[in-house]
């Protein structure tokens, strides 16, 4: 029987931070990924559609999913910290999934802000594999960031209306270790349209 997925408060940094998690369907072969969802002052929740499509497309091949909101988002306390505490949040969240889920194989996620956190938070977590969607360079200081030394993908629209895709591209340009590259050219910043491709990309890639 297939597992349900279940939503929770768990101990965090700043409070209580909610999260929504499902277990593997083959806890032998699949990993565990934790998701992080766009920018918390613009209406970003771990409900977010790009988000929700990245946690079912793994879910399909097998994976136990964490899902969660940032600190002062739906029933997480605490208040927006800048991407500082964000950090600490989804520290937290994998520590927590580490626990519960007792796997080994880590990967991260993240789309926009959550995937500013996500490529900040990985000298720390450690995961074996990193999908970034939508960063938001040019927004954020993603020259501090430390080079991934993972394999990992970039997932970006080209019709970006909210980050620049030059900057971007700039960005993948600079990487020492660059990551698989998918740019669509139809896609805008939310994907609108494209989230079929976006799920056929973890369906092939994972």
Known sequence: MRSKSENALI??????????????ENSEQAGLV??????????????????TTLEKAWQEKGYATVVYNFRGVGKSQGEY????????DLVAVVNWARRHFDMERLLLAGFSFGSYVTLKAQPLLQAERLMIVAPPVGLYNFAAIEEIQVPWELVIGLQDEVVEVAEMMQWFDRLQQKPTLYARAHASHFFHGQLLWLKRIILSEY
């Open 11 to 24: 101990d965090g940094p700043a409070g209580q931070l909610e999260i929504r998690f499902r277990a593997a």
């Open 34 to 51: 934790v998701i992080s969802h766009p920018h918390p002052q613009f209406g970003g929740t771990m409900n977010n559609k790009v988000v």
């Open 81 to 88: 910290d800048g991407g500082i505490g964000e950090v600490d």
